[in-house]
């Protein structure tokens, strides 16, 4: 396997780890709770990586299979570019800037653990067979549409995208349990 495709399976591999951890031992009202009326819970966070998860396992299925079909195979690396570098530098934690959610990706509030946590470990397991399906395939001419946007990002960019989006929102959720006023009863 190729060195971007094996790094990207140790992150979300660390990524399933730390939601499970996270989450541990929390009762509903705890991982339901909110710092202000304005901020996601937990549940939220978990909730919004489930919904972007789901989209983007859709598109990258297609994506994968057109890419068979036409054949599109690994020629040799190339050096990733500006954007690439800018819109995962602009993803990665912690927070610098604050984006909004898009259409149909705002999660709804007072969900359980129980429906939650074990979604998000499925989806982490389907993209990881999705890495090992890329394997071979020319990462940057792969094209996946990108769910609610005009244009479409290669491949690589985005599955780094994936995992960086996944710990930015693990990283808002570790702010909740850690918030001072976070309900320990």
């Known amino acids: 396997m190729v060195p971007e495709l094996a790094s990207l399976q140790v992150q979300l591999a660390t990524v399933k780890a730390e939601a499970s951890a996270l989450v541990s031992g929390l009762r509903e009202s705890q991982f339901n709770w909110r ?7 937990m549940a939220e966070c978990l909730l919004h990586l489930n919904i972007v998860g789901d989209c983007y396992v859709r598109k990258i ?12 195979v690994a020629r040799g690396g190339a050096s990733p570019g500006f954007l690439h570098k800018w819109v995962l530098a602009a993803t990665e934690p912690p927070a610098k800037r604050r984006y909004k959610a898009p259409r149909g990706t705002t999660p709804s509030y007072g969900q359980p653990i ?4 074990p979604t998000f470990l499925h989806l982490q397991d389907q993209l990881t067979l999705q890495i090992e399906q890329s394997n071979g395939l020319d990462l940057r ?11 479409r990002f290669n491949l690589l960019l ?11 929102h693990l990283w808002q959720a570790r702010q909740v349990r850690e918030n001072p ?5």
């Open 35 to 41: 710092p202000n009326p304005q901020k996601w819970s």
């Open 61 to 72: 299925e297609t994506a994968l299979e057109e890419a068979k079909m036409r054949g599109i």
């Open 114 to 117: 129980t429906a939650v946590l």
């Open 141 to 151: 001419r792969v094209k996946v549409q990108r769910p609610g946007w005009p244009f």
């Open 158 to 168: 985005t599955l780094e995208w994936i995992a960086a989006h996944e710990r930015r």
């Open 181 to 185: 006023a976070f309900p320990n009863i």
